[in-house]
């Protein structure tokens, strides 16, 4: 059974610190989604990483893949508060379903 | 910019009655999926949908739930007798391709009283 570990599950920064968001998973697997929720809101969609070693860029986000070691990271730049969300990363369980770990909420200070 | 619609956004019903929540994919896709996530928990997959049949369903979806395509537009989760536990945030979501990117709609808040 494919199961997707995140950590931290609480993370608080101040504004214009760097910081790591990491994603295991259990299985292999060669697709690995990142999605934001604000509270009491949907999912956003941010990466999709189709292959080992891909590597995403949007703004202050950035995500990669290593899918010989099962691990994805969400790395944050000079964090602003406009990003404080919960982050989730999801990977492909195959058979149409996506398996989401248990959420990163972030809290970004001024 | 195309969406996934869901409504109603909250439904709250007593325990032992059916609900009916509803969705309207983006019409492109092919794929249609329902998500359940129970208030500050993890987002767990409930089923998928291809060609008028499920694809896949998880351990949560048992004989109480079931899904439709009744139109070329809508995708319909029933759960025939609620019970507490189903109170939870349910989100719908449809993708082009299998294994493509999901998008996911706004949800609907159920509540189980």
């Known amino acids: 059974e494919l199961k997707v570990e995140q950590n931290p599950l609480f993370l608080s920064m101040q504004e214009g610190k760097n910081y790591t968001i990491y994603c295991n998973y259990s299985?292999?697997?060669?697709?690995l989604y990142w999605y934001r929720q604000d509270p009491g809101k949907s999912l956003e969609s941010l990466f999709v990483?189709?292959?080992?070693?891909a590597v995403k860029q949007e703004g202050r986000l950035m995500a990669s893949l290593d899918t010989k070691a099962r691990l994805s990271t969400l790395h944050i730049t000079a964090a602003v508060h406009d990003l404080s969300a919960t982050y989730f990363c999801a990977v492909d369980g195959g058979a149409q379903k996506l398996v989401f770990g248990q959420g990163t909420r972030l809290t970004i200070n001024p | 910019e195309p969406e996934v619609t869901q409504t109603p956004s909250h439904q709250v019903t007593q325990m032992g009655q059916e609900v009916i929540l509803r969705c309207v994919p983006i019409?492109?896709?092919?794929?249609f999926y329902w998500y359940r996530q129970i208030l500050g928990q993890k987002v767990e997959f409930l089923v998928s949908?291809?060609?008028?049949?499920?694809?896949?369903k998880s351990e949560i979806f048992d004989d109480q739930f079931s899904v439709e395509r009744p139109d070329g537009s809508n995708f319909t989760l029933k759960i025939r007798s609620t019970k507490l536990e189903d109170s939870a945030m349910y989100f719908c979501?449809?993708?082009?391709?299998?294994?493509?990117?999901?998008?996911f709609g706004p949800g609907t808040r159920l509540t189980v009283t």
């Open positions: 990483l189709l292959s080992n070693g």
């Open positions: 299985t292999t697997s060669d697709r």
């Open positions: 949908f291809y060609n008028n049949e499920i694809s896949e």
């Open positions: 019409s492109n896709h092919l794929y």
């Open positions: 979501a449809s993708s082009v391709e299998f294994s493509y990117e999901q998008y």
